[in-house]
């Protein structure tokens, strides 16, 4: 919980240290599909849960073709009246590729929020996406994220069958989170 709040306040600090006349700032929301992904032993396999996010956006324009956009979402993932809760942070760069359709890239960190036994609460992933000016406060946006990091513990045991057998260690199973978001933003 510690480093959720330092990277909140970071973000915070950074956001109002920026430049108001090139910075825009805004709030987004939208669909979510949180999208587990596991291999083992030449096998793959995957589940996902839907939900929805909200968050807020700093728009930095750094040239008159590029821009950084550093956001902060809550997102909330239910499937059989289950719920998961998860701080997501991506920092996309942008590429105005023409006057409203823009090209997104850039690193991603995810937080779960609550207690999540044998399941690691970090993650790191990449994004790339794509983003459409419906006007001049009002876009719409789509965005996958690949997790890149192993989100089980090593030390979990998986499977057992309660005898001898030690079970299946996490170290020989690969999963990872991936994200899906579309949705609509709005810049104040």
């Not at 728009?59 to 809550?74: A, G, L, M």
């Not at 409203?100 to 937080?111: H, K, R």
């Not at 005898?163 to 260690?169: A, C, K, Q, S, V």
């Amino acid at each position: 919980m510690k480093k959720i709040s330092i990277l909140v306040l970071l973000f915070v600090s950074v956001l109002t240290s920026l430049n108001a006349q090139d910075t825009k700032f805004g709030a987004t929301a939208g669909y979510n599909s949180l999208i587990a992904s596991v291999k083992f032993d030449g096998i793959s396999a995957s589940d996902n849960v839907s939900g929805f996010y909200i968050g807020l956006f700093a728009d930095i324009q750094t040239s008159e073709k590029f821009h950084v956009q550093p956001e902060i979402q809550y997102v909330n993932s239910r499937q059989d009246g289950e719920s998961g809760n998860s701080l997501v942070v991506p920092i996309m760069v942008k590429y105005m590729a023409s006057e409203q359709f823009s090209l997104l890239f850039g690193p991603q960190l995810d937080f779960i929020l609550e207690e999540s036994d044998g399941v690691k609460k970090m993650g790191v992933g990449l994004s790339a996406g794509l983003s459409y000016d419906i006007t001049e406060k009002v876009f719409a946006s789509v965005r996958y994220s690949l997790g890149l990091n192993n989100r089980l513990e090593d030390d979990a045991v998986i499977f057992t069958d309660g005898g001898e057998d030690p079970g299946i260690n996490a170290s020989d199973i690969k999963t990872k989170f991936n994200f899906l978001q579309i949705g609509l933003g709005f810049r104040f």
